[in-house]
């Protein structure tokens, strides 16, 4: 059965996860996929296609992507590298307090440049990415001709 996991689960945008896939043939074809949905509904995605090793597993921080969004060996590619479906379209987070962004981690068999409904992942898991640490504190900025936010450490 193929598994794909993000360790740790929940975590702080800038801190580094490790995603691995197990369960895959020796020297399978597939595609990683990253997708999120932003806050006001577009989808930012990014693709990678590996080769599984002789255990059966990728883990990109050990195996390098041999295409789709980027090539070679980059731990958090498709995190890194996620690009909008819509042109000209910026990934930012507004509510940096109040919700992470859920990026989705799908498996497909081969390489898959375009994915539909019809295509039903080998696997999938779901990363929590936060933007403040719990117990931080948000104090709006307002001075003058300054505007801001201020956030103060628990």
């Not at 929940?10 to 020796?26: E, F, I, N, Y």
């Not at 599984?52 to 990728?58: I, K, L, N, S, T």
């Amino acid at each position: 059965m193929v598994e794909v996991t993000v360790t740790p689960r929940s975590s702080l945008a800038d801190r580094p996860v490790q995603t691995l896939v197990r369960g895959l043939s020796p020297s399978q074809l597939v595609t990683l996929r990253a997708s999120l949905k932003d806050e006001q509904g577009e989808t930012f995605q990014a693709r990678a296609f590996f080769r599984a090793d002789g255990a059966g597993e990728v883990d990109p921080g050990r195996h390098a992507s041999l295409g789709g969004s980027y090539t070679g060996v980059w731990p958090m590619g498709v995190f890194w590298f996620l690009q909008p479906d819509t042109l000209f379209r910026r990934l930012v987070k507004r509510d940096v307090a109040g919700s992470p962004f859920l990026v989705l981690l799908e498996v497909f068999d081969g390489v898959c440049l375009v994915t539909g409904p019809q295509d039903r992942p080998l696997a999938s898991c779901e990363a929590e990415r936060w933007y403040v640490g719990p117990g931080v504190q948000r104090v709006p900025v307002r001075e003058g001709r300054v505007r801001g936010a201020l956030f103060l450490p628990p």
